[in-house]
């Protein structure tokens, strides 16, 4: 049962055009979300995150918003540049679940020069 | 600086076969993970650890067995592997909870 969902396996986006990642997730005791982004044969890196007493949270060119009564987070790139062509998993977790993040899918982005 | 490190980055095992991944951090972190990762599943935890001499199961800990001996290292060790055990590894470490994860590269293990 996947609690943490990104239901668009990829996105094209135009170089200097704005990127729009999407993460659902069904579990409302979530209260703090991140944002991993993945290139090829490596690990997982730390992009961005917020707690839930926020909605919006920025870092440079990426910004994450967060709609509790949703249960919706999105992730904005903006420019976005070729560098940026990634796997994206977003995650979940709570006071609840203690030690464990929930993952999604993943969104494989791609920035056309 | 390392951080984290995996060995080894590529496996090939029978069914039946044992083995032992190992997973090293520099960075004096007192949480250590093991996920695994599966086309259309997502990053799932397997084994985790608070600290040197404790583990506790994660989402998905049948067929694996851990040991945290030394706060530096994290040791997932498969002692029949199977078939559905074929699937990408990743190690990864943290100051405490809620804290953003560092990762391994990962280790692709195949069970044939």
């Known amino acids: 049962d996947q609690q943490v969902k990104q239901n668009s396996p990829s996105l094209s986006v135009q170089e200097g055009r704005i990127s729009i990642l999407n993460c659902d997730y069904t579990?409302?005791?979530?209260?703090?979300f991140l944002w991993y982004k993945k290139y090829p044969a490596e690990g997982p890196t730390f992009l961005i995150s917020?707690?839930?007493?926020?909605d919006k949270n920025e870092d440079g060119r990426f910004t994450v918003f967060l709609n509790k009564s949703a249960k919706h987070l999105s992730l904005h790139i903006v420019p976005s540049q070729p560098g940026d062509s990634a796997v994206y998993f977003c995650?979940?977790?709570?006071?609840?679940?203690?030690?464990?993040?929930?993952f999604g899918t993943g969104t494989s982005l791609t920035v056309i020069p | 600086n390392a951080g984290v490190t995996q060995t080894p980055k590529f496996r090939v095992l029978k069914t039946g076969q044992s083995m032992t991944l190992l997973c090293a951090q520099d960075?004096?972190?007192?949480?250590m993970y093991w996920y695994r990762q599966d086309p259309g599943m997502g990053l799932r935890l397997i084994h985790y650890?608070?600290?040197?001499?404790?583990?506790a199961k994660g989402e998905v800990p049948d067929g694996y067995n851990v040991s945290r001996l030394k706060k530096q290292n994290f040791l997932l060790g498969l002692e029949s592997a199977a078939p559905s055990q074929t699937s990408v590894y990743f190690c990864?470490?943290?100051?405490?909870?809620?804290?953003?994860?560092?990762f391994g590269s990962g280790t692709q293990l195949s069970v044939l």
């Open positions: 960075m004096n972190h007192e949480y």
């Open positions: 995650a979940a977790s709570s006071t609840n679940t203690g030690n464990q993040f929930y």
């Open positions: 990864a470490s943290s100051t405490g909870v809620f804290e953003k994860l560092f």
């Open positions: 650890s608070v600290g040197e001499g404790t583990t």
């Open positions: 579990n409302s005791m979530f209260d703090y």
């Open positions: 917020i707690s839930s007493i926020k």
